[in-house]
C-alpha cells in the first residue's frame, strides 16, 4: 500500500492476555519506530528498528513488551500478559532515513488496545 | 528530565485569520524540529521541519521560526481555514533517529 498499515486496527482483550500488533511500513522505509500515545498527548517514543536491527528498545515500558522485525520490513510488537494500564493506541512510524539522519517519520492509523 | 512543552493546550481562531502556535524546548542538544498536524482520528501528519542552523523556514501558508537563544519554536498558520482544525504537535530530535514529541495544542477554526 501507499502508506504504514497497521492491524488490528482494534484489539479487546481481558487481562492476562498476550496481543500482537502488526506494521507493514512503506515499501523500502529503512527506519520503524513503535509510539505509544495517550489521549490528547504526544506519541511517546518505544522502539526503533534499522533494517531488521533493533537499535534501541530504551522506551519499552517493561519486559512484558518486545518487538521484532526479522527481514527488516514488517514488524511485530508483542504485549505479553496484558494489563489495564497498557490500554492506549499504539503507532508505528517509518522513515526512509537511516539512523543518525533527519527526515520525515510517516505515521500508520494506529493500533487501539483496551485491556479490560 | 528535558523535554518538549507547548504554552497553550488551545487555541481558537476566526477562518481567515492567523493563527500561532508555541512550543518551548530545554534539550540545547536538539538540532532538528518538526511540526506535526493530527486530525481526529488519524495519525500525526508532517507539515514542516528546521534545522537548528536556521532561523525560519516557510511552507505552503505555514511558517515555522525558531530562537535558539529562548529556545523557543513556533508555527503560524496563515489565512487559518476550517480543514486547519486538528492537534498539533512539536517534535524535536537531538543528532539521532528518536523524536520528542511534546503534548499538542488543539487548535480550532471558527466559520
Known amino acids: 500500500g501507499a502508506g504504514v498499515s497497521q492491524s488490528p486496527r482494534y484489539k479487546v482483550t481481558k487481562r492476562g492476555q498476550d496481543v500482537a500488533l502488526r506494521c507493514d511500513p512503506i515499501?523500502?522505509?529503512?527506519?520503524l519506530y513503535w509510539y505509544r500515545q495517550a489521549l490528547g498527548q504526544g506519541p511517546e517514543f518505544l522502539t526503533y528498528f534499522n533494517y531488521e536491527a533493533q537499535q534501541d528498545k530504551s522506551g519499552l515500558p517493561n519486559d512484558r513488551f518486545s518487538a521484532e522485525r526479522p527481514e527488516g520490513s514488517i514488524s511485530t510488537l508483542t504485549i505479553q500478559r496484558t494489563e489495564q494500564r497498557d490500554s492506549a493506541m499504539y503507532r508505528c512510524a517509518s522513515s526512509t532515513r537511516s539512523g543518525g539522519g533527519t527526515g520525515e517519520l510517516f505515521f500508520g492509523e494506529g493500533s487501539r488496545l483496551t485491556v479490560l | 528530565g528535558e523535554s518538549v512543552g507547548l504554552h497553550l493546550p488551545t487555541l481558537s481562531v476566526q477562518e481567515g485569520d492567523n493563527s500561532i502556535i508555541n512550543c518551548a524546548y530545554s534539550?540545547?542538544?536538539?538540532?532538528?524540529f518538526i511540526w506535526y498536524k493530527q486530525e481526529s482520528g488519524k495519525g500525526p501528519q508532517f507539515i514542516i521541519d528546521i534545522r537548528s542552523n536556521m532561523d525560519k523556514r516557510q511552507g505552503q501558508r505555514v511558517t515555522v521560526l525558531l530562537n535558539k537563544t529562548v529556545k523557543h519554536l513556533s508555527l503560524q498558520i496563515a489565512a487559518t481555514q476550517p480543514g486547519d482544525s486538528a492537534v498539533y504537535f512539536c517534535a524535536e530530535k537531538m543528532s539521532n533517529y528518536k523524536l520528542t514529541f511534546g503534548k499538542g495544542t488543539l487548535l480550532t477554526v471558527n466559520p
Open positions: 534539550n540545547s542538544a536538539s538540532d532538528y
Open positions: 515499501s523500502g522505509h529503512v527506519s
